[in-house]
């Protein structure tokens, strides 16, 4: 894994969104969701009333691996290992433990299998599912990873799926909680 570490800015938040690991660019620029997938994610959160800002502001966004992985030789990022993975899980754990959140939101296959049962996304995507990690029972509400070499999400029934999905958020009650305290700060 190739650093700096990248992490999003301390919330204490109801809902924590878990990406895969920091891409190339999130280095330089000091966020996680910074560059392409970032620019397609909050595009999807644009459409139920948050922009990215707010977001940012409101959700804590945390990474099942904290490093970029580095550049796969075939194209695009390098997968985390499954040693990777584990090295950084104590730091997901404990940010699982300080926030409890009411929801968790992961994004990609990879974030979505730290959680729940690896399955087909048709049978993960747009549903709430019970799981329990680090001795907690989470809900959590899967994303389709965002990035441009994903086409999961432009066709069916991807499409609609990610359409039940940011449905279910936006009628989650963290959701809903997240909405009513935007307005107070309005």
């Excluded at 990248?6 to 990406?19: F, N, T, W």
């Excluded at 499954?82 to 974030?111: Q, T």
């Excluded at 599912?129 to 029934?157: K, N």
Aim: aromatic share 6%; proline share 10%; glycine share 8%.
């Amino acid at each position: 894994m190739i650093q700096p570490i990248v992490v999003g800015e301390p919330v204490a938040a109801e809902i924590l969104l878990v990406g895969q690991a920091p891409g190339d660019k999130e280095p330089k620029l000091g966020r996680p969701f910074a560059w392409t997938a970032g620019k397609q994610l909050f595009k999807w959160f644009a459409t139920i009333g948050i922009d990215e800002p707010t977001f940012r502001e409101h959700v804590y966004i945390a990474a099942v691996c904290r490093c970029f992985p580095g550049k796969n030789p075939k194209g695009g990022d390098r997968v985390p290992t499954p040693e990777e993975i584990d090295n950084c899980a104590p730091w997901l754990d404990r940010e699982l433990h300080l926030l409890r959140p009411k929801l968790v939101i992961p994004v990609g296959k990879l974030a979505i299998a730290q959680f729940i049962e690896t399955a087909p996304l048709i049978d993960q995507i747009g549903k709430l599912h019970s799981a329990t990690r680090a001795g907690l029972d989470l809900e959590v509400l899967p994303l389709p990873h965002p990035s441009g070499a994903s086409t999961w999400h432009r066709m069916e029934p991807g499409k609609s799926l990610l359409h039940d999905a940011l449905g279910l958020l936006q009628a989650h009650p963290a959701w809903k909680r997240l909405q009513k305290t935007m307005r107070l700060h309005a």
